[in-house]
């Protein structure tokens, strides 16, 4: 990261002597986002602030919006919430006045989620979460999937609707998403990753020694990193076969792991597929 920032600083300082102001703009994001990824929220809000400044003076509206968005983020980040909730606002109504519905779905999103999650929201909040919520789901299902990432909006939407007291309706948010989730080739490449634990998981239920001995090793490392996973897998050891109660906790990459491994304890074929010339 430190050899990203470095890089990212040449190409700010040769753009700006260019007199390339649009193409310098980039870089100021860029940098944004080397500062944030590193957890320096005042110098990623200063290099957003540079490069929206620039956008709106080149008359890029359309970027300068995606980097209000940044802004928020970086701000939620840092737990300065109202002023977040503003950068939020802002990208939106630009977002919506240029008809940006890539960066109107994904603002939408995050200003639903940092409503929902900040400590105690009132229950207007939550009301006011659900509506942007459910505004980005109807525009996300409108959008190419794999630009749309419309398994974050499901899982935001079963996060707000648990907390308002529908159960049912949160549970299928979740299905929803796991659906969506599990239909995304970078999903599928992130369970291929976890093929030989899956596997291990499947031979275990099946009685193998060996698979059962190293399953044990494995979960009793792992139990304080990802209690529900584990949990999940002790659940399935113990004959539980109930997909919905067994996922309904995780996080979607967790749940498509539990999803594969039931999978496989009924048909053992579809592991291949995990497994590839393993």
């Keep these: 990261m430190k050899e990203a920032a470095i890089q990212y600083q040449k190409a ?11 193409t310098e703009a980039i870089w100021w994001h860029q940098l944004g986002i080397v500062h ?9 809000e200063q290099h957003y602030r540079e ?3 620039l956008h709106e003076e080149q008359g890029n509206l359309a970027m300068a919006a995606q980097t209000w968005s940044q802004l928020g983020m970086v701000n939620q980040d840092a737990g300065r919430i109202e002023v977040a909730i503003a950068w939020y606002d802002k990208a939106i109504l630009e977002a919506k006045a240029i008809s940006d519905m890539v960066n109107l779905a994904k603002t939408l999103s995050n200003l639903a989620n940092l409503l929902q999650t900040q400590h105690n929201p009132s229950t207007a909040d ?7 919520a459910e505004e980005s789901l109807a525009i996300k ?30 549970r299928a ?5 796991r659906q969506a989730n599990s239909a995304f080739m970078g999903a599928q490449h992130k369970v291929k990753k976890h093929g030989l634990f899956i596997a291990g998981v499947v031979a275990a239920v099946f009685g193998n020694a060996e698979a059962c001995r190293k399953l044990e090793v494995a979960t009793q490392q792992d139990g304080a990193k990802n209690p529900g996973l584990v949990n999940a897998i002790r659940f399935i050891l113990n004959g539980d076969r109930d997909e919905g109660s067994l996922v309904d906790p995780l996080d979607p990459e967790d749940s498509m792991i539990v999803s594969a491994i039931l999978r496989g304890i009924a048909d053992p074929a579809t592991l291949q597929a995990l497994l590839g010339d393993e």
């Excluded at 939550?126 to 942007?132: D, I, K, L, N």
């Excluded at 299902?141 to 049912?168: F, R, V």
């Excluded at 948010?173 to 998403?177: D, G, I, S, T, V």
């Design 12 to 22: 700010l300082k040769t753009f700006h002597k260019l007199g390339q102001p649009a």
């Design 36 to 44: 944030h990824k590193a957890q320096r929220w005042d110098e990623a």
């Design 51 to 53: 490069a929206a400044r």
């Design 126 to 132: 939550v009301a006011v979460a659900r509506h942007h």
């Design 141 to 170: 299902q409108t959008l190419d999937p794999s630009t749309a990432e419309i398994w974050k909006t499901y899982n935001i939407l079963a996060q707000i609707t648990d907390q308002q007291g529908h159960k049912e309706q949160s």
């Design 173 to 177: 948010y979740r299905q929803k998403a």
